[in-house]
């Protein structure tokens, strides 16, 4: 009876468990298949049924499409443009969060509250008078249209406000002892012991301007100044139905560093979201 | 003597009101960078864009003063409320699936010890959630193409007509609703694992020293436990559904007819394709007051269900 029951238990886990297995490989697959399909020739690419493993792999499509689309410079822009962005997020939010968790000033409560409202806000609601902006100053079609509005973050200056207030007093008050300015203490002390937090806005930030596709739709418009999704994009509306091998070596291209990335530091990233996760 | 010391408060508190200045002064110089991008970046366009709904403007010739005509054209055209519907159904099916599903296999990989296949599930449920939207949209674009796509070579295996996953108006909403799934489950996945793994392990002896079966400890432990983790969800993905863009404009451009036309895409054709920035404004509005109106409603809601430890 006893055992029988151990055995229905058993039973029950390795279901459970291969059903998982069965979910995280069908989420997976995806990846493989578009990188195995950009390894067939213009040919096989549309056989049917479909060939599940490449007859004659070839790299043709990955040498055309560095050769008609400059991917290295998507690769340049989007970098340039998200790493300037996480780095002036760095700088806004750590010190806009330090004063709205450490310093006392008139309407403080009423900014903050401000702050959080506008972490609802859609960004597209913005989009139109942004536009007209960029166009006034004569910025449309340039990085800076993408970089300039996105210096600043409520969400970070969020997060960050609320790892700040977890920081002990009795630190800062020693400082204060010895006559440390509020800049020296959120530099020496703040900014340090909140390394954790820095990271885990840093790799939103990123991955957030890495990946954007609305904004760089409706500012940039020249080849040369696109992102990597709107590369993409650019490259499915010209390629995508004649030679969908190319599209795919495309897609592969911009994929698979993030993703070897994601794989390695999965650990990191992980536990950022559940820092969030929880804070939220 | 005595007018010594009223001397000597009054120094004291001329200095304290000094350095209270000087704090003042240094928090606003801590807050100049966040105060100014926002107010340029933020709040301005915030504004501008709830005063241009008020004009006709297709940035050539002045604007034009249209006072509630917009908001008239968008409440009485059967199209625009088409659209609006095709905004919540997305938004509503994408959400409820993700919850569910993601819920699932959370209590899965939180019942499994072994640390590989944590690592694996992780990882693997994860990784859609890092790539752009654009690529998973070429990429699951091309598995759901009608003619060579490899979803159809298994629909064609059991017997059936392959489906037109992108090109019929009958597939195509719930083909975008895939993607959507597909790529961001693994955040509501690792939200949830987080979630579970909040909840005291006291908790669940205490049940299970009151008999209580599999069943109960999910509906009394962790379904109560995980009340905060659902209300962010909720907040969190219901606000970000209704911006639903990139798959609709790059993979079905809001067709075939309007079936996959939603409020975003049709904000973008307004004010970048036909220029009308009055109307676009119009309805970037109405969006945003869509996710107000929906988050200040949940947090109501919010008190009778969430729990907080």
Known sequence: ?280 | MNNKEGEFKLSRAVSLQRIRKKEIAQAYLFLAPTLAGFFIFILGPMAAAMGLAFFDWNLISPPTFAALHNYYVIFSDPRVLKIIWNTLFFTIVSVGVKLVLALLLALGVHSQISRFSNYFLRTTIFSPVVISMAAASVMLGWMLNTDFGIVNHFVRKLGIMPIKWLTSSTWSMRSIILIDIWKTIGFYFIVFLAGLHNIPKEFYEAAKVDGANAWHQFWYVSLPGLTPTLFFLLVIGLSSALQVFDQAYILTRGGPGDSTRVLVYYLYEHGFQYLNMGYASTLAVVLFLFVLILTIFQFRLGRFWVFYQ
């Open chain 1, 1 to 280: 009876m006893r055992s029988r029951e151990v055995i229905g238990h058993k039973f029950v886990k390795i279901t459970i468990l291969l059903s998982l297995f069965a979910c995280g490989t069908l989420i997976f697959i995806p990846f493989i298949w578009v990188m195995v399909s950009s390894f067939k020739d213009a040919v096989e690419i549309f056989s049917i049924p479909p060939t599940l493993i490449p007859r004659k792999p070839t790299l043709i499509n990955f040498r055309r499409i560095m050769h008609e689309i400059p991917f290295h410079l998507f690769f340049i822009n989007t970098f340039k443009i998200s790493i300037l962005i996480t780095i002036g997020q760095l700088f806004t939010c750590s010190l806009s969060a330090y004063a709205f968790a450490r310093m006392e000033f008139p309407g403080r409560d009423f900014l903050f509250l401000l702050f959080l409202t506008s972490i609802m806000l859609p960004p597209q609601v913005t989009i139109i008078p942004t536009f007209v902006l960029m166009r006034y100053f004569g910025l449309l079609n340039t990085h800076a249209s993408l970089i300039w509005p996105a210096l600043v973050s409520a969400f970070g200056t969020f997060l960050l406000r609320q790892y700040f207030l977890t920081i002990p007093k009795d630190l800062e008050d020693a400082a204060k002892m010895d006559g440390a300015s509020p800049f020296r203490i959120y530099y020496s002390i703040f900014l340090p012991l909140s390394s954790a937090a820095l990271a885990m806005l840093a790799i939103f930030c990123f991955n957030y301007f890495w990946n954007e596709f609305f904004r760089p739709l409706v500012f940039i418009n020249t080849l040369r100044k696109m992102t990597l999704p709107l590369g993409i994009f650019m490259v499915q509306g010209r390629y995508g139905a004649a030679s969908p091998g190319l599209l795919l070596a495309g897609a592969t291209i911009a994929v698979f560093p993030v993703l070897i990335i994601f794989i390695f530091g999965q650990r990191y990233i992980v536990e950022g979201i559940t820092l969030t996760g929880l804070k939220g």
